[in-house]
């Protein structure tokens, strides 16, 4: 390890701000390991080790594939003339939450694809319905992309929409759509759907009016190092401002059945890359308290080293995931016992917490895995 890097990494260990020169050093320079090690040293000071890896039983319902977005990473929506389109009925989506409710769940993820037909209206129907049975259940919904299709559906501001919806029972909102928030990137993956600017932009209304939510990173497919700093140092600005995040999560780009995946300028990646990526952003990003692993995309024996490279979260059971699994991913959905023992045989105790990060239920430690 060069001697700039072994600088850089102890001073983000003892607490100090690295810059994106700095971190840019450790893209390129830093071992696996030294990284793994000073994430985790990091993780420790948040997240003590005598305190547990958190989870939340959640299921995320895709209400329509019906999108006008033409994403060239997404293998799981349709233009609207499509045969194979659908939209989920208020029955169909009542089932699938009351399912939820009856194994304990307590986030409903709620996301689909830019609808021409669906405008203000629809979302405050279905919300003040979910939330009417179902109050029990946290509406984790949307994304910054979705929020400004309505705006332009409807014509209406941004504040005007995440008021209204906050009024029809909205309480969090998900980091869906950021992938990597730099123009030049957007331009070759999704040129149709929101800007950088916009997505910060909605961001930072819906946290000054009160909702709070995750930010996100999809990464491994156009964008340089340089250009995954961009990303986390657009994050991190915006948490100064408001403090409205309260997780980051990054995933590996999914390449089956999607346009993307022809792309000559696509690079491979692997968990090597996406763990150096996940432990650099705890070190980044300071000002974050929770960085959740992502099994969905890297299988259970990454998401248990992503424990030991700074992530503090397991994420959730995802009772159902339609987006990345249509890329072909096969680790889409869990369960309680399932996500406890990868927990515990990572060598921590396990909780399931609320989509706030309080704790509702702690495992007894006694079950660890041997």
């Known amino acids: 390890m060069s001697l700039n890097a072994e600088k850089i990494l102890a001073k983000a260990v003892n607490g100090s701000r690295i810059t994106v020169e700095e971190t840019l050093i450790l893209f390129e320079e830093a071992p696996l390991l030294e990284l793994g090690s000073a994430a985790d040293q990091i993780r420790q000071k948040l997240h003590p080790n005598d305190k547990p890896v958190t989870f939340v039983v959640d299921r995320n319902i895709n209400y329509t594939n019906i999108c006008t977005a033409g994403c060239r990473f997404c293998a799981f929506a349709f233009q609207p003339q499509d045969k194979r389109t659908y939209i989920l009925d208020y029955e169909t989506i009542a089932q699938k939450t009351q399912e939820l409710v009856d194994l304990g769940g307590t986030q409903l993820l709620l996301q689909g694809g830019h609808n021409p037909d669906f405008g203000l209206k629809y979302y405050q129907e279905l919300f003040q319905k979910i939330r009417h049975d179902f109050p029990t259940v946290t509406l984790h919904a949307l994304s910054p992309s979705e929020i400004e299709h309505i705006c332009q559906v409807d014509n209406l501001s941004v504040e005007t929409v995440i008021n209204k919806l906050i009024e029809s029972g909205w309480q969090s909102l998900p980091g869906g759509g950021a992938e990597i928030l730099v123009?030049?990137?957007?331009?070759?993956?999704?040129?149709?759907?929101?800007?950088?600017?916009?997505?910060?932009?909605?961001?930072?209304?819906?946290?000054?009016a009160g909702i709070e939510g995750s930010a996100t990173m999809m990464f491994g497919h156009v964008e340089t190092f340089a250009e995954r700093i961009e990303h986390l140092d657009k994050l991190r600005?915006?948490?100064?401002?408001?403090?409205?995040?309260?997780?980051?999560?990054?995933?590996?780009?999914?390449?089956?059945?999607?346009?993307?995946?022809?792309?000559?300028?696509?690079?491979?990646?692997?968990?090597?890359?996406?763990?150096r990526t996940q432990a650099i952003a705890r070190l980044f990003l300071d000002n974050f308290k929770n960085i959740q692993a992502s099994w969905v995309t890297q299988g259970f024996g990454i998401g248990q080293t992503a424990l030991h490279f700074g992530a503090n979260d397991f994420g959730g059971t995802m009772l159902e995931e339609n987006v990345v699994s249509a890329a072909g991913t096969v680790h889409s959905k869990s369960n309680t016992d399932e996500l406890v023992y990868h927990i515990n045989k990572a060598g921590f105790k396990a909780a399931q917490r609320d989509t706030f990060y309080n704790i509702l239920k702690e495992f007894n430690a006694s079950v660890l895995a041997s």
Request: proline share 5%.
């Open 183 to 208: 123009k030049r990137v957007r331009d070759i993956l999704s040129p149709l759907k929101t800007s950088s600017e916009a997505w910060l932009e909605i961001m930072r209304v819906a946290h000054k």
């Open 237 to 275: 600005t915006l948490q100064d401002e408001t403090n409205g995040f309260r997780a980051f999560i990054a995933w590996t780009f999914q390449a089956g059945g999607t346009p993307l995946a022809k792309d000559p300028r696509v690079k491979e990646t692997d968990a090597f890359d996406y763990l």
